[in-house]
């Protein structure tokens, strides 16, 4: 018995290592430089295993911190006196007036649906907006203090931790629904670093049916890696087509939320797998490949520099206006986008198409991925924030998908169950439509709030022939836009668990799911299931 124990603790102590090292790297390494003039004779090997002791412990009280963790430890004066307005937009002529002005004073729209268009704006520049709209349009201040805001979406620079048993990280006693390790990895947003980590460390655990893939690399240099979930057993093998559903998140960098229901999803299909039959009969049939961050350079700006930066980080033909929006750079229809020739927008998917290296990369790996046997039956992209699920196509609403009455039962089918899961209702329409719906035609000059040429979904669903292919915008509709709390990632994972759970029963061909999805537990639950269950389905608005 002592023998095997001494032959699990370095294996044990090897995992505990790289979890808590890029986790307190995250919470930031000033303490090492505190702790170097304490006196003790190896300050980094002290901060070591007090980082480890930390992570499945907890931090003492009297160390925590309230705080958050901002880049350069400082407020982001960048966005002082600025506030998000929401206009009620009622017809097409109200939108063109917006988009026209949006584009002359280049301003940064957050959200627009048939019902609302968002907008980010300095307090100063309000009166001058609204000298461009007609009366009608009146804004609502939905953020009035945008910088705090802003800060309060960063991780707290130490975090108390509930403490963590160790015996729930063996894959054979992980029950779903708890989730154990939630606790930790989903109590906070993540930075990269951490992401990259953790689906590493995943891949040791399950290696039998989890793998990292690569999708490739960004214009800065870093990996965009993937995690791809399917049973590797001889049956699997030898079949002559794979099918694959692709689910990405992070495209745009501020979209946080995205990347955290990602990383959520693969969590909950990796320890569903075996216990609940839904997963587990997908995971046989198909593969699932999740992108966390389509856009890591995008990403790690908002951690180091700009919580709301939106595009990539490569370069354009202005020196001052970098980055591209991945969702407007992929090949199908993209000359559609009216503001590809503008480097400062928002929206700007580079001058040609797949200019963007990423959107670039994601394609090539997809098509080699066909090479290869795969045949790509789903692709959801998630997005922040409105709550909508959205069906191809982007560029156009003149032409109707061949399949889009089942694209629209599936969409309706998705909405159906986060509602039953949550509470919470997700909109379903066309991807094409803007700030008001309506029907599109050559002879149709009005300018649109965002228009869609170049997008994923449409790539995906023309060119690879996707059947199914949605972008869905995730919580919430308006209230926190794009800095929801920390605390939302784990209801805002469940929906989409649950939504997944229907697209995967809905692609194999069953009827009656809401049956299996939402019967009562066998078991009472405990404590805290009772306690993740209530958090789980927690509203805001």
Request: aromatic content about 10%.
């Amino acid at each position: 018995m002592r023998s095997r124990l001494s032959s699990i603790l370095p294996i044990v102590a090897v995992v505990l290592i790289s979890l808590a090292l890029p986790i307190a790297h995250a919470a930031g390494l000033q303490d090492l430089h505190e702790r170097r003039h304490d006196g003790h004779v190896f300050p980094f090997l002290k901060w070591l295993r007090d980082s480890t002791v930390e992570l499945i412990f907890g931090r003492p009280a009297s160390r925590a911190k309230s705080k958050p963790a901002l880049p350069n430890g400082a407020l982001p004066t960048k966005y002082r006196n600025s506030v998000v307005v929401r206009f009620n937009v009622t017809n097409s002529e109200e939108e063109g007036a917006l988009s026209e002005a949006a584009d002359r004073l280049f301003l940064d729209v957050w959200a627009f649906t048939p019902n609302f268009v968002d907008v980010r704006i300095h307090q100063d520049d309000i009166a001058p907006l609204l000298t461009l709209l007609p009366d009608s349009l009146q804004p609502a201040v939905l953020i009035p203090d945008l910088a705090g805001a802003v800060a309060a979406t960063y991780p707290s620079a130490s975090v108390a931790v509930k403490p963590l048993n160790p015996v729930r990280i063996d894959p054979a006693t992980v029950r779903p629904s708890i989730r154990g390790v939630d606790n930790i990895f989903f109590s906070d947003y993540q930075p990269l670093s951490v992401i990259v980590s953790w689906i590493r460390l995943l891949e040791a655990m399950f290696p039998s049916y989890v793998e990292i893939v690569s999708i490739g690399t960004s214009y800065e240099g870093r990996d965009i890696p993937a995690v791809r979930l399917g049973d590797r057993n001889e049956e699997t093998r030898s079949r002559p087509s794979r099918k694959t559903i692709l689910v990405t998140g992070g495209l745009h960098g501020r979209e946080w939320i995205s990347t955290s229901t990602v990383n959520y999803l693969i969590w909950s299909f990796i320890t569903a797998r075996g216990k609940d039959s839904i997963i587990t009969k997908l995971l046989e049939t198909f593969d699932v490949v999740f992108v966390p961050t389509l856009n890591p350079d995008g990403y790690e700006y908002t951690w180091d520099n700009d919580r709301l930066w939106r595009k990539s980080r490569q370069t354009t033909k202005m020196r001052y206006c970098r980055g591209l929006d991945l969702d407007h750079a992929f090949g199908y229809e993209w000359q559609n986008s009216k503001v590809q020739t503008d480097p400062c927008s928002e929206s700007y998917g580079g001058d040609q198409p797949f200019q963007a290296v990423e959107a670039s990369q994601l394609a090539a790996w997809a098509k080699n991925e066909t090479l290869y046997n795969a045949t790509f039956v789903g692709f959801l992209d998630l997005h922040s924030y409105s709550q909508q699920i959205l069906f191809p196509y982007t560029h156009t609403c003149a032409i109707d998908p061949p399949n889009l009455e089942n694209l629209e039962e599936l969409a309706v089918g998705l909405a159906k169950a986060i509602r039953l899961a949550s509470g919470e209702s997700y909109s379903v329409a066309s991807a094409c439509e803007g700030a008001v719906a309506r029907v599109f035609s050559a002879s149709n000059s009005l300018p649109r709030i965002e228009s869609g040429g170049g997008s994923a979904i449409d790539w995906f669903y023309h060119e690879l022939n996707t059947r199914y292919a949605y972008q869905i915008k995730l919580r919430d509709t308006g209230s926190y836009g794009f800095l929801l709390p920390s605390d939302e990632i784990v209801p805002t994972g469940e929906e989409m668990f649950n939504a997944m759970k229907y697209f995967g029963d809905y692609l194999l061909g069953n009827n009656g799911i809401e049956k299996s999805l939402f019967r009562e537990p066998e078991e009472a639950p405990t404590d805290e299931e009772e306690q993740w269950s209530e958090l789980r389905k927690r509203r805001r608005r």
